[in-house]
């Protein structure tokens, strides 16, 4: 990802760094540091910002909006792994590690990302512990949500479907007055990280709105209770 694909606009990306959830409780003076390292662009919906088996050497944070992480199975086809939003970071594997990107990353609406290069993201490492226990924490839970997704590969079509909007209101749920909200994503991006068809998450959505498990507006599934919704887990 270079300067063609996208405006760079660091106006509000500085208090928007300064408010990641990754740099919270590191010393003023890192933050700062790393706001002067990290350069803010704004993409469009729908924009290619990395490339499977591509190269790169910039890790990035997920300042406002949301990218889902597609790769594709051996017959072509795609297959969503997970969708990141607001205070996520990516692209980390591949500097760490010294591999090729191991995903593609796309927009899925307007997205304020800031760039860090993977040599400052890694002296950032080594210097605050507390930075390194977030990264650590971060792939944590992505394992958990992949060792979950694949314990409920053989379930029915309802857990599945359960299960999806669990770990979207793990990793991106945002707690508002009644209950978890997450986004309203288009069916077919629900279709994929299940992998269901579409038309059967559309049955199991109106099925568990129908049961008040949840609630959906154009641009939100409001889940009022989790543990409700876990227990249908089976
Ligand atoms: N299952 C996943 N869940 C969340 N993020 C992922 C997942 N797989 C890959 N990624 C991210 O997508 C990025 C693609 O480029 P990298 O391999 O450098 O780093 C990868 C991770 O940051």
């Known amino acids: 990802m270079d300067s063609r694909y996208g405006a760079r606009d660091n106006s509000a990306g500085d208090t928007l760094i300064a408010a990641a959830p990754f740099f919270q409780e590191l010393p003023e003076a890192t933050v700062q540091q ?57 692209g980390e594997m591949a500097p760490l590690e010294a591999v090729p990107r191991s995903t593609d990353v796309i927009t899925l609406a307007t997205t304020m990302i800031g760039s860090m290069p993977a040599q400052d993201f890694v002296s950032l490492l080594n210097s605050e512990p507390q930075a390194g226990i977030r990264l650590a924490k971060l792939m944590a839970r992505r394992l958990r949500q992949v060792n979950r997704r694949l314990r409920l590969r053989e379930s029915d079509s309802q857990s599945r479907v359960a299960d999806v909007l669990l770990f979207l209101a793990d990793g991106q749920g945002t707690q508002g007055a009644q209950g978890v909200e997450i986004p309203n994503l288009p069916h077919r991006e ?43 887990l089976v």
């Open 34 to 90: 790393a706001t002067a390292q990290i350069v803010t662009r704004r993409h469009p919906a729908g924009q290619v910002l990395l490339l499977e088996n591509d190269w790169g050497n910039s890790v990035y944070f997920i300042l406002d909006g949301w990218v889902k992480i597609r790769t594709y199975n051996l017959d072509g086809k795609e297959v969503t792994l997970n969708i990141l939003g607001k205070g996520e970071l990516f």
């Open 190 to 232: 629900l279709s994929s990280l299940s992998g269901l068809a579409r038309e059967t998450v559309t049955r199991v959505l109106s099925k568990l709105e129908k049961k008040g498990l949840i609630s959906r507006e154009r641009d939100v599934i409001r889940i009022p209770s989790i543990d409700d919704l876990d227990r249908l």
